[in-house]
């Protein structure tokens, strides 16, 4: 078995208006270094999977901005949707292009847009998943593997996962547990009671399977969907395969794995593990890893500050001052200035909608 990797790269990033925009949206920028968080996802996975095994998914309005910043890509590797309809789809569509070149292929999903902390200890848990992936279940099926990072504070902007007691496989310090239960974004309360039990997981977005095992599940649990992939496989690499894959997106409703696979199998796995890790959502979130979870300032600009703490300023060329102020973010660029307390990072996004509804959202 090869292992592949499927990045999903077609998010618009409305939560880091303004330095994220429709035509430039997160993925693509700088947030954690000089390099973009894309061509870091990529460097990350380079030294286990090969370029050629390397398949980006991503909306046409992007794929020469992909391009850019992974040149190397082969041009074949870049797999367009017709729209952005969650992770379900994307995933499904991927995962039939890499089922077509090899059937007996272990690919590993992972988000564009990630930060992760030790990248050595992060391939050493892709290669212990990429194992488990060939265990062999109850009825000789083979697992769905989610990556469950321990939770280091009480979030509320992530999904938890409740690892079972039942150890499926383990190897070198990593267990493969069965998944007891998936927990949608909770509240402080319940996020603080999850830290106390200590068997729940955030839900990092990453996973790894045997492709044929995935497309088992989609057509398990969505055969209206798995209904439409024998016409999409046949027209893949041919002038029909746009119109196919078109048709297949319009008749289906948007989901995400999650909600429409993992959380309605029975055959779903957690890999506990403890690197560092943040699915950079949000400037709050930003801040947070950062950081490292003190209350310093974190400047990425000409910035004074006077009796301020726990304040994140991004900007370009003008000088920025803060003066008796805590929890802040500021961002300036060009086009506009953001001023926002951390804890309303959420709300960006709808900052973007009123302004698209202003035709002003760039």
């Known amino acids: 078995m090869k292992l592949y990797a499927l990045i999903m790269a077609g998010g618009e990033g409305k939560r880091f208006w303004p330095l994220s925009t429709k035509d430039k949206p997160k993925q693509f920028l700088s947030l954690l270094g000089d390099k973009s968080l894309i061509r870091q996802t990529v460097d990350r996975i380079l030294p286990l999977i090969p370029i050629e095994r ?37 995933i499904a569509y991927g995962s039939l292009r890499i ?29 212990f998943a990429y194992e488990a992936s060939g265990y062999k279940l109850e009825r000789g099926v083979t697992p769905l ?9 009480p979030e509320t902007g992530y999904g938890y996962i409740k690892a079972g007691d039942e150890e499926i496989t383990s190897k070198n310090g990593y267990r493969a547990l069965k998944v007891d239960k998936f927990t949608e974004k909770p509240d402080f309360d ?10 729940y997981y955030w839900n990092s977005g990453m996973f790894i399977w045997k492709t044929s095992s995935i497309l088992r599940e989609f057509a398990t649990l969505l055969p209206d969907w798995s209904g439409c992939f024998s016409k999409v496989s046949a027209d893949l690499g041919k002038p029909e395969e746009a119109k196919s894959v078109s048709e297949f997106y319009s008749s289906i409703e948007p989901g995400s794995i999650d909600n429409l696979i993992l959380e309605r199998s029975g055959n779903t796995l957690v890999i506990p593990t403890y690197f560092p890790w943040s699915d950079v959502g949000s400037w709050k979130a930003l801040y947070e890893y950062t950081s490292g979870g003190n209350s310093e300032n974190v400047l990425r600009a ?24 805590s929890d802040l973010v500021v961002v300036d660029t060009k086009d506009a200035v953001l001023v926002l307390n951390k804890e309303s990072s959420q709300d960006v996004k709808k900052i973007v909608e009123e302004l698209g509804k202003l035709g002003k959202s760039d």
């Open 54 to 90: 390397v398949f980006i998914v991503t909306v046409k309005l992007y794929a020469e901005e992909t391009l850019k910043h992974i040149p190397e890509l082969p041009r074949e590797n870049l797999i367009l949707e017709p729209e952005g309809k969650n992770t379900a789809p994307c």
């Open 302 to 325: 000409k910035a004074v500050t006077i009796n301020s703490s726990s304040c994140m300023v991004i900007g370009e060329d003008r000088t920025i001052a803060l003066v008796g102020v």
């Open 190 to 199: 319940t996020a603080i009671q999850f830290l106390n039990e200590g068997d």
């Open 99 to 127: 089922a077509a070149i090899d059937t007996d292929s272990v690919t590993a999903v992972l988000p564009a847009d990630h930060a992760i902390g030790d990248e050595d200890e992060f391939r050493s848990v892709l290669e």
């Open 145 to 153: 593997i989610t990556l469950g990072v321990k939770p280091s504070s």
